[in-house]
Nanobody, 125 residues
Framework: QVQLVESGGGSVQAGGSRRLSCSGS????????MAWFRQAPGKEREGVAA???????TYADSVQARFSISRDNAKGTLYLQMNSLEPEDTSMYYC???????????????????WGQGTQVTVSS
């Protein structure tokens, strides 16, 4: 059974940094495409960043150059380094995984079958 557990959320002031982690188990981690999504109250869930099994990354325009996604296959852990945080980044952040995600669909909710419970990030101005 695939399990994803996020951690690292919390409160931070605008301009600050935060690193999220997602620990995966129950599947062949290194073969899966992994991603971070976020959802603010009253808004749809949106893709933030993704990384495939070869380490190729994809970012949403809104976080390009501020966020960095990485993975440690030995530890089965996914990371999201968030810098220069803005109040608009305030959201629940979710980790997602799937064994195969077609090119061009890495940031689409429907491409992923496994999800964590989320971790809240709040950025104050």
């Amino acid at each position: 059974q695939v399990q994803l557990v996020e951690s690292g959320g919390g409160s931070v002031q605008a301009g600050g940094s935060r690193r999220l982690s997602c620990s995966g188990s129950g599947y062949t981690y290194y073969l899966y495409t992994m991603a971070w999504f976020r959802q603010a109250p009253g808004k749809e869930r949106e893709g933030v960043a993704a990384i495939d099994s070869e380490g190729t990354t994809t970012y949403a325009d809104s976080v390009q150059a501020r966020f960095s996604i990485s993975r440690d296959n030995a530890k089965g852990t996914l990371y999201l380094q968030m810098n220069s945080l803005e109040p608009e980044d305030t959201s629940m952040y979710y980790c997602a995984a799937h064994s195969y995600v077609p090119k061009g669909r890495e940031l689409l909710v429907g491409s992923y079958g496994y999800w964590g419970q989320g971790t809240q990030v709040t950025v104050s101005s």
